[in-house]
């Protein structure tokens, strides 16, 4: 199993669009239920600030194949204060959130 967390700012003048796109990921999410991922995006309290957790049950990014999530990262350097930062990260402790 993966599990990546990614973390970010986006330009306050983007907040809207990168919403809809983020959004729109969600709604084909719902859609497809492709199997083996659990997703979440977080937007922090200073409103630009971002925070994505991703478990992957197989191999590989399943994510990637959907197209409203290559749309929103196609220009999502674009819409950021600086360069995401994905992290493959290793569960120490969990309570409910990753199982």
Do not use: W
């Not at 809809?20 to 969600?26: K, R």
């Not at 492709?34 to 994505?52: I, L, Q």
């Not at 959907?66 to 929103?72: D, E, G, V």
Request: proline fraction near 7%.
């Amino acid at each position: 199993m993966r599990h990546v967390i990614v973390t970010y700012k986006v330009k306050p003048e983007c907040v809207d669009e990168h919403l809809s796109l983020l959004g729109a990921v969600f709604n084909e999410l719902v859609r497809a239920r492709p199997p083996g991922v659990r997703y979440a995006a977080t937007r922090a309290s200073d409103g630009v600030g971002f925070t994505h957790i991703a478990v992957f049950e197989g191999p590989g990014n399943p994510l990637t194949a959907l197209a409203s999530f290559q749309a929103f990262v196609r220009d999502v350097n674009r819409r950021c204060d600086g360069a995401p930062r994905p992290l493959d990260v290793t569960v120490v402790g969990d309570y409910g959130i990753f199982s």
